[in-house]
């Protein structure tokens, strides 16, 4: 496609439920990123995926948060047991490898938890 | 990991007159600082980039200048249009991911 895109733009939930979010990023490109992005805030790493592995998860807050990519393509983030907390944007970005390349994003999933 | 400043959090500047973003970092490791610029509800676009080699970068009415050695780095907009009215994040590359400062709000006053 043209560019990064997200789904589903908006996600309300009630608290407890179970959410997934879903990447499609720039055909070609090898590497995957998810970041969260609280109000007036910049953009916190969640995870990285370099093909189909996650090559770095650390900015994942908890065991509740799991990111799969399994074709080396489309990338869904799942939350668990949602919390009122887990409330943001959450933008995904793709480049084309890895490294210091310069991202793009998509225009994020507004999730609000209820 | 990454630690990333971000000064001033607001900034309304006339029209015509010029904007400046100061950023800093604390790993010297770090050798990519990028610029983005997000509207309203939009996602945040890639507006410039510098490498650690290079002090300075020009691209038309925005530039960015580095310092390595205070690890800062800043954004200049000259002759700024209400179009410049965004949210502006710095960020540095740290083990290839890049950590983000918490932003910029500048309104350009007509």
């Known amino acids: 496609g043209a560019g990064v895109s997200q789904t589903p733009s908006n996600k309300v939930t009630e608290k407890g439920k179970y959410v997934e979010l879903r990447c499609d990023p720039i055909?070609?490109?090898?590497?995957l990123y998810w970041y969260r992005q609280s109000l007036g805030q910049g953009p916190e790493f969640l995870i990285y995926?370099?093909?189909?592995?996650?090559?770095?998860d650390s900015g994942l807050p908890n065991d509740r948060f799991f990111a799969v990519r399994p074709e080396g393509s489309v990338s869904t983030l799942k939350i668990q047991r949602t919390e009122r907390g887990d409330s943001a944007v959450y933008l995904c970005?793709?480049?084309?490898?890895?490294?210091?390349?310069?991202?793009?994003f998509g225009s994020g999933t507004q999730l609000s938890v209820l | 990991g990454e630690n990333v400043e971000q000064h001033p959090s607001t900034l309304s500047v006339q029209e015509g007159d010029s904007a400046v973003i100061k950023c800093t970092y604390s790993?010297?490791?770090?050798?990519?600082f990028p610029w983005y610029k997000q509207e309203l509800g939009k996602r945040p676009q890639l507006i410039i980039d510098?490498?650690?080699?290079?002090g300075e970068k020009k691209d038309q009415r925005i530039a960015v200048t580095l310092n390595k050695t205070a690890k800062h780095f800043s954004l200049h907009i000259t002759e700024t249009q209400p179009e410049d009215s965004a949210v502006y994040f710095c960020?540095?590359?740290?083990?290839?991911?890049?950590?983000f400062g918490a932003g910029t709000t500048v309104t350009v006053r007509a």
């Open positions: 970005a793709s480049s084309p490898g890895g490294g210091f390349e310069k991202l793009f």
């Open positions: 055909s070609g490109h090898t590497a």
């Open positions: 995926f370099q093909g189909t592995g996650a090559a770095d």
């Open positions: 790993d010297s490791a770090s050798n990519y």
């Open positions: 510098i490498r650690s080699n290079v």
């Open positions: 960020a540095a590359i740290d083990d290839y991911k890049l950590s």
